[in-house]
């Protein structure tokens, strides 16, 4: 009776914690396309102190993909990462700025993208289920650039702005895996994106953003 139920145990056992070694260790490949939410963005010139300008934008794509390498509970990849939105409105704010353009927001056009190279960390809360919980977060370089931007009130007489700038960047997140297979992850994930100082013309800006983004992780 005794060895009946060592043996039932250890088949319950098995079968409880058999999906938290599925699939772990190892390199990996991933891509994950999704929508990107901008945090509007003040510009400030130092030429011009009592003049801010607030740029707000169109959510946008976002798409990525990443190699990297699976530790089991921990996950480390490279991954470049490229985002896109249209510019939608600025906003004149300041001391300098005549009372009848405050507050106001006036259609602009151009556009901006995100190109970043980003190294991740992932920690995987691995349980009795093929559900992953995670938490990342990341550092790397990206390129801002901004295209064709203008402010339809003043097109006439100022040019567009085309610029780029390479800053420092980071992001963080939480997310969660579900394996379909012994190969192959489908994840949802949301990342809030940060960069900070970029100057653009002269005038400089902090960049954030909101990152939902469902993908697709192979094991090998």
């Keep these: 009776m005794k060895c009946r139920l060592m043996i039932l145990s250890c088949c319950v056992f098995s079968l409880l914690f058999s999906s938290s070694l599925y699939a772990r260790s190892g390199p990996y490949m991933s891509a994950s396309i999704g929508m990107n939410s901008p945090v509007d963005a003040e510009l400030n010139d ?52 005549p009372e009848h353009m405050r507050g106001i927001g006036f259609s602009s056009s151009g556009d901006a993208s995100v190109t970043s190279l980003m190294f991740n960390g992932y920690f995987d809360f691995i349980n009795t289920s093929g559900f992953t919980p995670f938490i990342t977060a990341g550092l790397g370089l990206s390129k801002i650039e901004v295209n064709d931007y203008n402010i339809d009130i003043i097109a006439s007489e100022v040019p567009s702005i085309n610029d780029d700038d390479t800053v420092l960047s980071y ?31 002269g005038a400089e800006a902090d960049v954030a953003r909101h990152d939902i983004l469902a993908g697709v992780r192979v094991n090998f």
């Design 46 to 97: 130092s030429s011009e102190p009592g003049v801010t300008i607030e740029v707000s934008f169109d959510p946008g794509l976002a798409a990525g993909a990443a190699f990297g390498y699976d530790f089991d509970r921990f996950r480390a990849e490279a991954e470049i990462l490229y985002a896109t939105h249209d510019i939608d409105e600025s906003e004149f704010k300041g001391s300098d700025v």
């Design 171 to 201: 992001q963080v997140g939480v997310g969660a895996g579900f394996e379909v297979s012994e190969q192959i992850t489908i994840d949802l994930k949301y990342r809030y994106f940060g960069a900070e100082d970029v100057s653009i013309d």
